[in-house]
C-alpha cells in the first residue's frame, strides 16, 4: 500500500540539546513499514549518539551541512555527497560542527532480509556518491547512481539508488516484489503514480 508523506508537515521533535528528529516513517504511521525514515537535524555543534541492535542495520545520507563520525577505532568526514552504512552492534557519534541535516534509515530485525548480515556486514561503509557513475537506463531518460549495493555495502538487506529525471521524463509503470521501497525527493517537482492514484 501506498504512503505519502510531506517532510514539512511533520513536527520536529527535540531528542537532545541541538538535535531535532521528524519521523517520516514508521511502524505507527505505516503498520506494513519495516522500514523506519527519520530525518535529523544536528545545530552547530551537537552530537547524537549513534547506538545500533544486535539485529539492525542503518542507512543515513547527509542532506545539508557535515558530520563527523566517531567510532570506536575510526572517524569519518561526511559531507553532502556521502552515503553512509552502519552495521549492526555499531557504536559511535556523530557530530557537526556547522550543523547539517541527515536521512538516516534504520532495518530493524535485518537478518529477516539477509540471515547472513549478522556474520558478514561487520563495518561501517561510506561512500562518497558524486565518485560513482552515473548510470543511464536501458528503457527511459532517467540516469541513476547506486548508493547502497550488495557489492559496496556486503548486504542484501537494504539496497538504494539516487534517480535523476531530467524535465518532462517519466518511468515505467513497475512494481517491487518481496522488498519495500521508498522514495525521498531531494530537489525538484514531479507527479508519482501508485496504486493507480
Not at 534504520?106 to 532480509?113: D, G, Q, T, Y
Not at 562518497?128 to 550488495?150: C, F, G, M, N, Q
Request: hydrophobic share 40%; glycine share 8%.
Amino acid at each position: 500500500m501506498a504512503y505519502t508523506v510531506n517532510q514539512s508537515q511533520i513536527a520536529a521533535e527535540r531528542i537532545l540539546d541541538g538535535v531535532s528528529r521528524q519521523r517520516l516513517m514508521t511502524n505507527q504511521s505505516n503498520q506494513s513499514a519495516s522500514i523506519e525514515l527519520d530525518q535529523i537535524t544536528l545545530a552547530a555543534g551537537a552530537s547524537l549518539p549513534i547506538r545500533i541492535g544486535s539485529e539492525d542495520l542503518a542507512w543515513f545520507q547527509i542532506l545539508q551541512g557535515d558530520i563527523s563520525l566517531s567510532a570506536i577505532d575510526d572517524e569519518y568526514q561526511m559531507t553532502e555527497s556521502h552515503v553512509c552504512f552502519v552495521p549492526p552492534n555499531f557504536s559511535g557519534e556523530a557530530k557537526s560542527g556547522g550543523g547539517a541535516v541527515v536521512l538516516y534509515a534504520r532495518v530493524p530485525e535485518a537478518s529477516r532480509f539477509d540471515p547472513e548480515i549478522l556474520s558478514s556486514a561487520r563495518n561501517i561503509k561510506v561512500v562518497d556518491w558524486s565518485k560513482e557513475p552515473v548510470l543511464s537506463s536501458e528503457h527511459d531518460a532517467r540516469k541513476r547512481i547506486y548508493l547502497v549495493t550488495p557489492k559496496l555495502f556486503g548486504t542484501k538487506a537494504i539496497k538504494g539508488e539516487m534517480i535523476i529525471y531530467p524535465p518532462g521524463t517519466e518511468a515505467a509503470n513497475h512494481h517491487h516484489e518481496g522488498a519495500e521501497h521508498f522514495m525521498f525527493v531531494l530537489s525538484g517537482s514531479g507527479t508519482a503514480w501508485a496504486n493507480e492514484k
